[in-house]
């Protein structure tokens, strides 16, 4: 079945360092990408997405790209803030005509703290 | 307008009470979805509902029953639960359901525990 793979975290980091959150999936046929973060205390939030092969999803500086031929959608952020600390989900939504009906496939989660 | 609401924040229950979770958006979606998430773990699904229907239930206990009255509401009807049912209740939505590209907009939330 479809997988999606995070690096372990988790990640500590000071304001201003340059992030990489690493992401693999395995999945059959076309499946759409997502990253959502997940605040203390909250839901999950739509971070960015990218459906097609070659789209770079951003959002709030955040950027991903939907890499086909690594199987890869890993999560950058070139100068972190406090307020970025929180935890990190990506996802995948298998192709249409499945039947998993839209379900979304989560890796483990990377927990990010950001120092000032 | 992005949001999709869940009430109440907070549930304690013991495992003999019976309690609901109830879950609205005004977004005009005709997916709706349940998740549990326990702490430090990604959300895990239960049910899918689409165009009002049950689509989806990932083998979930009968303890938990869902219902969607309307295209706006999703309830989640809970009732001799168990300790580790403690967990938080998400409940997602999106446009269209079946449709790979379409984004699931998540609630905040409701963190239940059981006695």
């Known amino acids: 079945g479809d997988s999606v793979t995070q690096m372990e975290g988790p990640v500590t980091l000071s304001e201003e360092a340059f992030l990489t959150i690493n992401c693999t999936y395995t999945?059959?046929?076309?499946?759409?990408l997502f990253w959502y973060v997940q605040y203390p205390g909250e839901g999950l939030q739509l971070l960015l997405k990218?459906?097609?092969?070659?789209d770079k999803g951003s959002n709030k500086g955040f950027e991903a790209t939907y890499r086909k031929e690594t199987t890869s959608f890993h999560l950058e952020k070139g100068s972190v803030q406090v307020s970025d600390s929180a935890v990190y989900f990506c996802?995948?939504?298998?192709?249409?005509?499945?039947?998993?009906?839209?379900?979304?496939?989560f890796g483990q989660g990377t927990i990010l703290t950001v120092h000032p | 307008d992005t949001e999709v609401t869940q009430t109440p924040k907070h549930l304690v229950m013991g495992m003999t009470n019976k309690k609901s979770l109830k879950c609205e958006q005004h977004?005009?979606?005709?997916?709706m979805y349940w998740y549990k998430q326990k702490a430090k773990k990604p959300p895990e699904l239960m049910f899918v509902?689409?165009?009002?229907?049950?689509?989806i239930n990932e083998s979930v206990p009968s303890r938990f029953s869902p219902e969607c009255p309307n295209s706006s509401l999703l309830n989640l009807h809970l009732h001799a639960l168990q300790p580790e049912d403690s967990a938080l209740y998400l409940c997602?939505?999106?446009?269209?359901?079946?449709?790979?590209?379409?984004?699931?907009?998540f609630g905040p939330g409701t963190r239940l525990l059981v006695l």
């Open positions: 997602a939505s999106s446009r269209l359901p079946g449709v790979n590209q379409e984004t699931q907009y």
């Open positions: 999945a059959t046929g076309y499946p759409s």
């Open positions: 990218a459906t097609k092969a070659d």
């Open positions: 996802a995948l939504s298998e192709d249409a005509g499945g039947t998993s009906y839209g379900k979304l496939t």
């Open positions: 977004m005009g979606h005709r997916a």
């Open positions: 509902y689409s165009y009002e229907k049950l689509s």
